[in-house]
């Protein structure tokens, strides 16, 4: 008898792949074959064996440690745009104000200069970010170290900038309106203020952002 | 065990229209949150040890997350994802080996609670003595919701290759832990 044939189709209709007329020839051949009697109650066995395993393994995996990690991954793609932005719009702000055309082209080359820079240091910084990550993916006691030494850094940044983003914030804020006062054109007064306003909400979210980042931290222990 | 889908096509086809409008990180979620067990399923039964399926797994996510831009959907998102993790587990296994978890709770109210632990524990014994091509078919038949045609085309062979490779994965499994006592088959 062909049994290896038979134990096939037991796996088959173990995992729903056979059909009632081929599993009703099977049952005929089961009834009458020790082997593969033995054979259905070892795949049955096995399978709930594995699936046991799988089960209390998924049950114990520590998904917030790894949605933590994935946080820091996207967080730091996410932050690019809104920097880059952040950077421009003083830089459009100073071209709007130049007076003369020699002065906008000068200020334009310098904004463009400064975009570049921003956005070199940006794919720089990321791609240093994703090889570390990388680089320790696979051992989870020194990811959770790269992330720790990460958070420090950002700590450090975030205290930074809820000082200077409030005082670079009021500042252009007072120069539009100073100018607003002088009588200056109102759009150029308006970018000022515009900036001195998007900075001060900057400042706030750097705020809450360090107040996440040191509860986090506390979490790390 | 209930073969349910992990990704249902029309949340797949979804998904892609996501990503085609670039939200990457709202398909990353959503994939990372449907997918995660599934994921560690097979990572954990490649690997053959759980703190390297958490590492496979982790790597798993990080791979797709940086691929995903340029997924064009030539397979099926859970696919893709699928290989990605036996990739990720077959480079995890290669490494070093890591001591397994020994200190894992028991769910309470099990009557034999050392019977079960060792039961486990022989399990991956086993799996890790069987080749990478016959732990991968097991693993990918533990998961729910992958039908043999999925397998098929995750691994990029026949149909009937499948259930072959199957076949002999689970009789030398069975023969590897028949050899232990405490393990009824």
Redesign the interface.
């Known amino acids: 008898m062909d049994c290896e044939h038979y134990e096939v189709e037991i796996e088959k209709r173990a995992h729903g792949a056979l059909s009632p007329e081929t599993s009703a020839a099977l049952d005929h051949h089961v009834a009458d074959c020790p082997s593969c009697r033995a054979f259905v109650t070892t795949v049955q066995e096995l399978g709930k064996a594995m699936h046991a395993n799988t089960t209390h393994g998924i049950s114990n995996v520590d998904w917030s440690r790894l949605e933590r990690g994935f946080s820091a991954m996207t967080a730091n793609y996410r932050q690019a745009v809104p920097r880059i932005a952040v950077a421009a719009l003083p830089m459009i702000a100073l071209i709007t104000w130049a007076s003369s055309p020699g002065e906008r082209l000068l200020t334009g080359l310098l904004s463009a200069a400064v975009v570049v820079t921003i956005l070199v240091v940006g794919v720089v910084v990321r791609r240093r970010t994703d090889a570390k990550l990388a680089a320790v993916a696979g051992q989870r006691a020194e990811f959770v170290a790269a992330y720790r030494a990460e958070l420090e850094v950002t700590i450090r940044r975030l205290r930074h900038a809820r000082v200077y983003l409030p005082a670079f914030g009021a500042l252009w804020l007072a120069i539009g309106v100073s100018q607003l006062i002088a009588g200056k054109a109102a759009v150029t007064s308006a970018f000022w203020i515009g900036i001195g306003v998007l900075l001060l909400v900057q400042a706030i979210v750097a705020y809450r952002q360090l107040g996440h980042r040191l509860r986090e931290r506390a979490e790390l222990g | 065990?209930a073969?349910t889908p992990a990704l249902d096509p029309a949340v797949e086809a979804e998904l892609l229209a996501e990503l085609d409008r670039g939200k990457?990180?709202a398909v990353?979620e959503t994939l990372?949150r449907a997918m995660?067990?599934r994921v560690?399923?097979v990572c954990?039964?490649v690997t053959a040890n759980?703190?390297d399926?958490?590492?496979?797994?982790?790597?798993t996510?990080?791979s797709a997350?940086?691929a995903l831009p340029a997924f064009r959907g030539e397979a099926r998102l859970s696919t893709w994802i699928y290989r990605i993790a036996i990739r990720a587990a077959l480079?995890?296994k290669a490494?070093p080996q890591t001591e397994p978890?020994h200190d894992?709770?028991i769910a309470p109210g099990n009557p034999n609670p050392g019977e079960?632990r060792e039961?486990?524990e022989q399990?991956?014994v086993g799996l890790a003595s069987l080749s990478a091509e016959h732990r991968i078919v097991?693993a990918l038949?533990?998961v729910d919701g992958l039908?043999?045609r999925d397998i098929a085309e995750t691994l990029g062979i026949p149909e009937g290759t499948v259930?072959?490779r199957?076949?002999l994965a689970?009789?030398r499994?069975?023969g590897v832990?028949s050899d232990h006592r405490d393990?009824?088959?």
């Open positions: 065990m073969r990457r990180d990353f990372f995660r067990e560690f399923a954990l039964n759980r703190s399926a958490e590492d496979a797994t982790q790597e996510f990080v997350y940086r480079r995890v490494r978890l894992e709770p079960v039961q486990r399990i991956l097991l038949f533990a039908s043999h259930w072959s199957l076949h689970r009789k499994l069975a832990l393990v009824k088959l």
